[in-house]
């Protein structure tokens, strides 16, 4: 069974002061692992996919990377507006390689960035 | 506009009740997808379908049906709603490509439906 979990549960930070979120899973075989944000009341907004050990995508102050048992969302100088549950998600490929588009989630990192 | 709308944003209804639940997109997607999150268990898939006629169960389907009217549309149904069916609920949708066509696969949500069951 395809687990997802993020740490931590939830992150104060101050404006400017840097940090990371963890997302750790296992899968059998990984087809993609997916970034989202999501803000009170809204649908998860999908930031980044990545695809295989060592990728690293970058989006104004938020950059992801992968190894092959977690993956690390970077958080820049991050400011108030960077506020939000950030979620990921990991696409397994069923038997036979193919995959049918079936995300698992984790619960989800709370950031909160004070000015 | 918004790609992906659902309707109705919120609904408060007593048990027993039938609920529907609907969705439709304008990014010409073929794969559609009903998810439910709760506080503490994160997002889990109720139904997905793949085009009109291919629909299946997700990890948590019982208590819902579904019915893919077009592949723009595709309704979740609560027979006989429930107090523990409080939820938020999302639709997303991606689009299938093959390995030859990148393997982008990423969905898409909705706004949501904030759904209490009494």
């Known amino acids: 069974e395809d687990q997802v979990t993020q740490s931590p549960e939830a992150l104060r930070l101050q404006e400017g002061e840097s940090s990371s979120l963890n997302c750790s899973y296992t899968?059998?075989?990984?087809?993609?692992l997916f970034w989202y944000r999501q803000d009170p009341g809204k649908g998860p907004e999908f930031l980044f996919t990545?695809?295989?050990a060592g990728e690293e995508k970058e989006k104004e102050r938020l950059k992801a990377t992968l190894t092959k048992k977690e993956s690390f969302l970077h958080i820049t100088a991050p400011k108030p507006e960077d506020s939000a549950t950030y979620l990921c998600?990991?696409?397994?490929?069923?038997?036979?390689?193919?995959?049918?588009?079936?995300?698992?989630f984790g619960q989800g990192t709370i950031l909160t960035v004070h000015p | 506009d918004a790609d992906v709308t659902q309707t109705p944003r919120n609904r408060i209804t007593k048990t027993g009740k039938r609920i529907m639940l609907e969705c439709s997109q304008t990014?010409?997607?073929?794969?559609m997808y009903w998810y439910r999150q709760d506080p503490g268990l994160g997002l889990r898939l109720i139904y997905y379908s793949f085009d009109v006629k291919d629909i299946n169960k997700g990890e948590i389907s019982d208590g819902y049906s579904v019915s893919r009217q077009a592949q723009a549309k595709f309704s979740l149904s609560l027979e006989s709603a429930i107090p523990n069916q409080t939820a938020l609920y999302f639709c997303?949708?991606?689009?299938?490509?093959?390995?030859?066509?990148?393997?982008?696969?990423?969905?898409?949500f909705g706004p949501g439906t904030r759904l209490t069951v009494l």
């Open positions: 899968v059998s075989g990984l087809r993609g």
């Open positions: 997303a949708t991606s689009v299938s490509r093959g390995l030859a066509g990148g393997l982008h696969n990423e969905q898409f």
């Open positions: 990014k010409g997607h073929d794969r």
């Open positions: 990545l695809y295989s």
């Open positions: 998600a990991v696409q397994a490929f069923s038997p036979g390689g193919t995959s049918y588009g079936k995300l698992t």
